[in-house]
């Protein structure tokens, strides 16, 4: 059954606010560094019941090996990701982009900026609801354009996917249960005290607090 050839899901926000934003934080991950991925992507008949949804990624990172991490001022709204969709063939195809902001002149910060251009990589962000999307998987990110002023206090960096992706962002999805953000904030570099430890403050917790 083509599950995209109907419509099952609406939504309505008329009695509930509706979480905006995003953690000011990327952690920008080589694809050279993955030991497996699993991608989810579909509908799941569940009877009379609307279909259940998946459009998730679980990966896990080789030994030793951890996420790069770039952060910005939590008071700011500067790191904001996007998707544009367009068409080919009637079918739609995704340009991923994200942005945030890259300052000062050292060493470190010129190779930062000549890697972010050259390397294999995909971005993951957390979105304040607590949901952590997956941005360029499918054909890695690289820098548009830009001008660095350091002078001027740096620049904004803008990435875009490579190629239009096949899928919107993905979602994420931990190996353990609400592990999501406690992956995110150890950079995707977890052994299993880690884990545990992860999966008792978010249980503890809540919810995520910046």
């Not at 083509?2 to 099952?8: E, Q, V």
Request: charged residues 20%.
């Amino acid at each position: 059954m083509d599950y995209l050839k109907n419509l099952y899901y609406g939504q309505d926000r008329t009695c509930q606010g509706t979480q905006k934003g995003y953690i000011q934080k990327v952690v920008l991950v080589n694809k050279s560094d993955l030991e497996s991925y699993n991608i989810e992507s579909e509908l799941i008949d569940n009877g009379n019941l609307e279909p259940l949804a998946k459009h998730r990624i679980n990966f896990k990172l080789k030994e030793n090996k951890s996420g790069i991490l770039i952060e910005n001022n939590q008071n700011s709204q500067v790191i904001v990701p996007n998707v544009n969709a367009t068409y080919s063939d009637e079918l739609p195809r995704y340009t991923h982009s994200l942005q945030f902001a890259i300052y000062d002149v050292t060493e470190r910060t010129k190779w930062l900026l000549m890697t972010l251009s050259k390397a294999d990589y995909f971005a993951t962000v957390l979105h304040k609801s607590g949901v952590v999307e997956v941005y360029g998987f499918e054909f890695g990110m690289k820098t548009d354009g830009y001008t660095f002023d350091a002078g001027d206090g740096g620049a904004i960096i803008k990435l875009s996917s490579i190629e239009n992706e096949f899928h919107l962002p993905l979602n994420y999805k931990s190996n353990i249960n609400n592990g999501e953000i406690g992956d995110f904030e150890a950079l995707f570099n977890l052994d299993e005290m880690q884990y545990q430890y992860n999966a008792y403050t978010i249980s503890y917790n809540g919810s995520y607090t910046s």
